[in-house]
T-cell receptor
Framework: SAVISQKPSRDICQRGTSLTIQCQVDSQVTMMFWYRQQPGQSLTLIATANQGSEATYESGFVIDKFPISRPNLTFSTLTVSNLSPEDSSIYLC????????FGSGTRLTVV | DQQVKQNSPSLSVQEGRISILNCDYTNSMFDYFLWYKKYPAEGPTFLISISSIKDKNEDGRFTVFLNKSAKHLSLHIVPSQPGDSAVYFCAASASSGGSNYKLTFGKGTLLTVNP
């Protein structure tokens, strides 16, 4: 299965700023997925990113708040914009293969 | 609406005994189920899966049982080891509807295996 390098592992950000999370995969993958895990909650799919096309967002998530880039088949970024304390969560990227492989996650705290 | 439910937030067992983690689902379109293990500061790691055409799948110490009529699945770990202490997530997907990649997760169960 693929190996994913996700950065940063954690960050503390001020309200109103943005955080960009990166995921690098060691092999080419068609689809990459971004999840959010709010405190005490389950993992929720934010969007699916295909290379060369716009990401597909799940209900409740919009591109203005969670812009995604997918410049090639091994890399993707998720930006969480205009941060508020409610955005404090763990964000994870994932790819197909091996029962879906996940990055190690980014723990975001908004103060 | 929580479509995948893990009603036990935590479970504690003795080393060498069986651990049974339970998961219920409400969406009858789900036909593929997965279990993940998650250690602190790491992403979820795939453990085992089962398709709805089966009622049991085994991989070493891990066995998943699926009861479609009850919309219930369980993960059995035998024998349990201290290294199994982690949060276990149940997840499900539906192969129809064009979104077969989408996983719906439960909230997880924290398993503690005591030496």
């Amino acid at each position: 299965s693929a190996v994913i390098s996700q950065k940063p592992s954690r960050d503390i950000c001020q309200r109103g700023t943005s955080l960009t999370i990166q995921c690098q995969v060691d092999s080419q993958v068609t689809m990459m997925f971004w999840y959010r895990q709010q405190p005490g909650q389950s993992l929720t799919l934010i969007a699916t990113a295909n290379q060369g096309s716009e990401a597909t967002y799940e209900s409740g998530f919009v591109i203005d708040k969670f812009p995604i880039s997918r410049p090639n088949l091994t890399f993707s970024t998720l930006t969480v914009s205009n941060l508020s304390p409610e955005d404090s969560s763990i964000y994870l990227c994932s790819v197909e293969g091996g029962g879906y492989t996940f990055g190690s996650g980014t723990r975001l705290t908004v103060v | 609406d929580q479509q995948v439910k893990q009603n036990s937030p935590s479970l504690s067992v003795q080393e060498g005994r069986i651990s049974i983690l339970n998961c219920d689902y409400t969406n009858s379109m789900f036909d593929y189920f997965l279990w993940y293990k998650k250690y602190p500061a790491e992403g979820p790691t795939f453990l085992i899966s089962i398709s709805s055409i089966k009622d049991k799948n085994e991989d070493g110490r891990f066995t998943v049982f699926l009861n479609k009529s009850a919309k219930h699945l369980s993960l059995h770990i035998v024998p349990s080891q201290p290294g199994d202490s982690a949060v276990y997530f149940c997840a499900a997907s539906a192969s129809s509807g064009g979104s077969n990649y989408k996983l719906t997760f439960g909230k997880g169960t924290l398993l503690t295996v005591n030496p």
